[in-house]
């Protein structure tokens, strides 16, 4: 007898090279010149909310800063826009992680959203304070694309850590 996909499968332990390379695969899609386009979203805080709430031991605020300074390089931005708006969503996500992922991904994405919207709304709030300017209303669709891929990219992260469905019917698990 063969069960369909439930969130309460038991999955393997994760990989610490596939969350490395998910988080640089991350990294370079946000160094593409596309990310300055409105409502794209910023993968790199995605993929750190993800991991945060997944594994919050693995990924954390060290971690977060690093690719925040990384990304505020790469932009040429005020050093530290990225790093504190990145460790702020790291912290937020690890300690919401058990509330966030007790829900439904179609949920999930509803608890993740304003955790996506605090890394857009910290960096404006930066930009603000040394006299930049309004970057337009397109810079906060980005969270909202963010949080409808939330569920997408949820079932093609864990796909490797998926057991296969091979039952024992003398073994409980």
Do not use: K
């Not at 998910?22 to 790199?44: E, G, H, K, M, Q």
């Not at 910290?122 to 930009?127: E, L, S, T």
């Not at 669709?141 to 939330?150: E, K, N, Q």
Request: proline share 8%; charged share 10%.
């Amino acid at each position: 007898m063969q069960t369909s996909y439930s969130s309460s499968r038991i999955l393997l332990p994760v990989r610490p090279w596939f969350i490395a390379c998910s988080l640089l695969l991350a990294l370079l899609l946000n160094f593409l010149p596309t990310a300055a386009w409105p409502a794209v979203p910023d993968w790199t805080a995605l993929l750190i909310v993800f991991w945060s709430v997944r594994e919050p031991r693995r990924v954390g605020m060290g971690l977060a800063f690093l690719f925040g300074v990384a990304m505020d390089v790469a932009d040429a931005s005020l050093l530290g826009q990225h790093a504190l708006a990145y460790v702020l969503v790291a912290y937020a996500a690890s300690s919401l992680s058990r509330r966030i992922l007790w829900f439904p991904l179609a949920q999930q994405a509803l608890q993740v959203f304003p955790l996506l919207l605090l890394v857009q709304l910290v960096q404006f709030g930066v930009r603000m304070l040394i006299g930049g300017d309004f970057p337009g209303i397109g810079y906060f669709l980005g969270p909202v694309f963010s949080a409808l891929l939330w569920p997408l990219l949820t079932f093609l992260l864990l796909l490797p850590q998926h057991q296969p469905v091979d039952r024992d019917d003398n073994r409980p698990l």
